[in-house]
């Protein structure tokens, strides 16, 4: 059973706008929270992170908020630009070590 | 910085052939795992270690050993591959040190035939 899950397998955005990827978790004991970029033919790489104490970390662009009551957290890009094109993962653990990955998100920015 | 190190990054095995995927880190980090991805599936943990000697089982460990004789080499060995373990593989490894940011390998295609 999927425990993070990333309902939208695509999503389109205009250069220059906001690119607003989601994610849900099931499971309560979830405390810390990473989001991964990652381009054809290479590993993921890291892009920000939360954990449970917060509600929202910001990087530049980047924007993760997470809504603990909805077990739900967001990656806000703003603005978005060509090379942010690329598959978004998030990822969830309650220990620090194994980390349950979402099926990932498809980012395409539309100079 | 060599970071996470994964060879080979491409391999065609028959079924029932063995092999090795080897991994190597250099950042000191006590964690290490395995992954792989498959359309619509995302990235699933096949197996983690916590450290040298130690070893644990993720969601998708079936077909699949590993060991941890150092800190760091992490090798993933398949004994009889099949069709259904064709995919990309990634190691990564992290470290409380590091705020437990997970760092990948650049990947391996493995195909089944």
């Known amino acids: 059973d999927q425990q993070v899950k990333q309902n939208s397998p695509s999503l389109s955005v205009q250069e220059g706008r906001i690119s607003i990827l989601n994610c849900d978790y099931t499971?309560?004991?979830?405390?810390?929270f990473l989001w991964y970029k990652k381009y054809p033919a290479e590993g993921p790489t890291f892009l920000i992170s939360i954990s449970s104490i917060k509600d929202k970390n910001e990087d530049g662009r980047f924007t993760v908020f997470l809504n603990k009551s909805a077990k739900h957290l967001s990656l806000h890009i703003v603005p978005s630009q060509p090379g942010d094109s690329a598959v978004y993962f998030c990822a969830a653990s309650h220990t620090g070590n194994q980390f349950y990955f979402g099926t990932g998100t498809s980012l395409t920015v539309i100079p | 910085n060599a970071g996470v190190t994964q060879t080979p990054k491409f391999q065609v095995l028959k079924t029932g052939q063995s092999m090795t995927l080897q991994c190597a880190q250099d950042m000191n980090h006590e964690y290490m795992s395995w992954y792989r991805q498959d359309p619509g599936m995302g990235l699933r943990l096949i197996h983690y270690?916590?450290?040298?000697?130690?070893?644990d089982q993720g969601e998708v460990p079936n077909g699949y050993n590993v060991s941890r004789s150092t800190t760091e080499d992490f090798p993933l060995r398949l004994l009889s591959a099949a069709p259904s373990q064709t995919s990309v593989y990634f190691c990564?490894?992290?470290?409380?040190?590091?705020?437990?940011?997970?760092?990948f390998g650049e990947g391996s295609w493995l195909t089944v035939v």
């Open positions: 499971n309560s004991m979830f405390d810390y």
């Open positions: 270690s916590v450290g040298a000697g130690i070893t």
């Open positions: 990564a490894s992290s470290s409380n040190d590091s705020g437990n940011t997970i760092y």
